[in-house]
């Protein structure tokens, strides 16, 4: 059953969607013959996932709160807080800006959650995000802010260069310029030898912008061609 669940994760992975479902489906029905709780709970996020990477976002959501279903049902907090945080995801992706907010609290409302540094260091750039969505520069820098420190603690790349440069867009919308070009900066050096980095490029946009923005055309143009 291991495998099955396996195989779809290889094949969700790869971008083939029919393959991955028909192996979480095929997996699912072993874990409720065997009333697997953690199974079942494994295989409808993924199930949501594959819907989530279509952008069947009604049939994502679906399955996510299965999943939570499951985790509430056996008291798994560590599953709950990932329930509530996709269910996040996809309302964020939907623009349904307050109700995304709503399942993101809730998450971080998760005592048990907080052990798992990594995990709140994504959630607070998932509310940052929401925050500057809706022009509140002010929430979205404090939530940056904390995730900047918590990813430096546990030297979480990823997730850091996602705050330094979510941090610039705040500062950028804000006016902010000097600071804005400090947290790009900031973040294009920690991509800076990985050059498919999707937040390398977001550093380098960040940067054009803030240039063109108190029109320095010459390094604005600099930058956006990198």
């Known amino acids: 059953n291991k495998y099955l669940y396996n195989i779809g994760n290889v094949y969700l992975n790869t971008g083939d969607y029919q393959k991955a479902k028909e192996n979480f489906n095929e997996s699912l029905k072993i874990n409720k013959k065997e009333n697997d709780s953690l199974g079942m709970f494994s295989n409808l996020n993924s199930i949501a996932s594959v819907y989530y990477e279509q952008g069947n976002y009604p049939l994502s959501?679906?399955?996510?709160?299965?999943?939570?279903?499951?985790?509430?049902?056996?008291?798994?907090?560590?599953?709950?807080?990932?329930?509530?945080?996709?269910?996040?995801?996809?309302?964020?992706?939907?623009?349904?800006?307050?109700?995304?907010?709503?399942?993101?609290?809730?998450?971080?409302?998760i005592r048990a959650a907080s052990f798992n540094v990594k995990n709140i260091t994504a959630l607070k750039n998932n509310i940052a995000g929401i925050f500057y969505d809706k022009n509140d520069f002010k929430s979205a820098e404090k939530y940056y802010l904390?995730?900047?420190?918590?990813?430096?603690?546990?030297?979480?790349?990823?997730?850091?260069?996602?705050?330094?440069?979510?941090?610039?867009?705040?500062?950028?919308?804000?006016?902010?310029?000097?600071?804005a070009l400090k947290y790009f900066e900031e973040a294009r050096l920690e991509n800076a030898l990985d050059y498919t980095s999707y937040d390398l490029l977001d550093s380098y946009q960040g940067l054009a912008e803030t240039y063109f923005d108190i029109k320095k055309y010459d390094l604005a143009l600099t930058n956006a061609n990198k």
């Open 61 to 109: 959501l679906n399955y996510f709160n299965q999943s939570l279903y499951v985790a509430q049902k056996i008291k798994d907090s560590i599953g709950i807080f990932r329930s509530y945080n996709n269910i996040g995801n996809v309302y964020r992706l939907q623009g349904l800006k307050d109700k995304a907010l709503l399942y993101y609290n809730k998450a971080l409302a």
């Open 146 to 179: 904390e995730s900047i420190v918590l990813s430096k603690e546990i030297d979480d790349k990823v997730n850091l260069t996602t705050a330094l440069n979510g941090l610039g867009f705040v500062y950028l919308g804000a006016k902010k310029h000097d600071k």
